[in-house]
């Protein structure tokens, strides 16, 4: 059986382009969730009214480990910064975690490890959250970089997060 995370950590392109490469991970799903409406469109998530996140649903199997999938996750985006990543500002772009009841324990005792190695200057304010309903994004949204290889964010935003994953967890990419 495979394990399933949610994580937002910016705009779903980049995290969803980042773990379709990952050894052990099955699948990835960009959509939102988090927020207070049912079915909401990219649109309204955007527009900043439903606070939905961005999240990448990845499910993976027992050949990855939970902390794996957390470093990854946060060398791949700033867990310090409020409500944005980079030129992403909205409540839709925080850093949030969307696990299992009986994930939780290890998730937070990731962060509080990575704050005790002080790592980052600024204190880590991504949430922990219990899983809610998940809303599929739009499929324009669905593997956006492999699809559009030559858009500019692609190239400015997420080819930087591919190569460094690259550089950093080889022995974690498929390729």
């Known amino acids: 059986m495979n394990n399933v995370i949610y994580l937002g950590g910016g705009c779903f392109w980049c995290i969803q382009s980042v773990y379709k490469k990952i050894k052990g991970v099955k699948s990835t799903l960009p959509g939102y969730m988090g927020g207070k ?9 955007c527009e900043g ?10 499910e993976y199997d027992k050949s ?9 996750f946060f060398s791949m985006h700033d867990p ?9 500002v909205g409540t839709q772009y925080r850093s949030a975690i969307f696990c299992n009841l009986d994930e939780r324990p290890e998730v937070i005792n990731f962060i509080k490890k990575l704050e005790n190695e002080r790592i980052y200057n600024d204190k880590i304010v991504t949430e922990v959250n219990d899983i809610k309903n998940f809303f599929k994004a739009e499929e324009y949204h669905h593997d956006y970089f492999n699809k559009n290889p030559e858009n500019a964010y ?10 460094k994953l690259k550089l950093n967890y080889q022995n974690l990419i498929t390729e």
């Open 37 to 45: 409406t049912d079915s909401p469109t990219y649109e309204e998530v």
């Open 49 to 58: 009214y439903t606070n939905h996140v961005e999240v990448v649903k990845v």
């Open 64 to 72: 990855i480990k939970l902390n794996q999938i957390l470093s990854i």
């Open 80 to 88: 310090t910064s409020i409500n944005r990543q980079g030129a992403d």
């Open 154 to 163: 692609c190239q400015a935003v997420i080819n930087p997060k591919i190569q």
